[in-house]
T-cell receptor
């Protein structure tokens, strides 16, 4: 069975500081991995995805994530936080087969302090 | 291009009333998902359809909840009778599943915020 663990339900950084949001997964088959962002009072939108191509994936708004199979991790990073990055971030995994139902992490709330 | 469209955006109702939430998926998508989001439980998958057929409804809380997808461009989630514990934001999402190159990415609507008094 697949699962996703997001370490830290709340992360706080200063504006301009590095953002690191952690995601570990378990999967018995090659995974597809996703990061979604949810701004207040909005639906979720895709930040980036890993689909077995390049292990370093670049997404929107300067975010990137690296797939590390040996560590079963897919951590999300951004070199310099901006106030507008304050949001809820969700990591999700699905398999590469026909049943691609997403398994979600519980989310990490990112606060950016001036 | 229009995204996933949900209505109503906000609904306030009294306990015992029927609630119907509506969703129009992105044209061409073959899968539709209903999620519920609360502070306590986070994001929960209620049901998903593939080609208008319910595939997995194991997340539907109880018989008070029902969902239909009469055609590829419309789905409803109904709660009857509603209870205060049903208060949540309900999201609809659609996706193009299956086939090579399709990664299962979900496209979400903006949600329907339900408050049951």
């Amino acid at each position: 069975a697949q699962s996703v663990t997001q370490l830290g339900s709340h992360v706080s950084v200063s504006e301009g500081a590095l953002v690191l949001l952690r995601c570990n997964y378990s999967s018995s088959v090659p995974p597809y991995l996703f990061w979604y962002v949810q701004y207040p009072n909005q639906g979720l939108q895709l930040l980036l995805k890993y689909t077995s191509a390049a292990t370093l994936v670049k997404g929107i708004n300067g975010f990137e994530a690296e797939f590390k199979k040996s560590e079963t991790s897919f951590h999300l990073t951004k070199p310099s936080a901006h106030m507008s990055d304050a949001a809820e971030y969700f990591c999700a995994v699905t398999n590469a087969g026909n049943n691609r139902k997403l398994i979600w992490g519980l989310g990490t709330s990112l606060a950016v302090n001036p | 291009d229009a995204g996933v469209i949900q209505s109503p955006r906000h609904e306030v109702t009294e306990m015992g009333q029927e609630v119907t939430l509506r969703c129009k998926p992105i044209s061409g998508h073959n899968s539709l998902f209903w999620y519920r989001q609360t502070m306590m439980r986070g994001l929960e998958l209620l049901i998903y359809f593939n080609n208008n057929v319910p595939i997995d409804d194991s997340g539907m809380p109880e018989d008070r909840f029902s969902a239909k997808m009469p055609n590829a461009s419309f789905s409803t989630l109904k709660i009857q009778p509603s209870e205060p514990r049903d208060s949540a934001v309900y999201f609809c999402a659609s996706s193009l599943m299956g086939g090579t190159g399709n990664t299962g990415e979900l496209f979400f609507g903006e949600g329907s915020r339900l408050t049951v008094l």
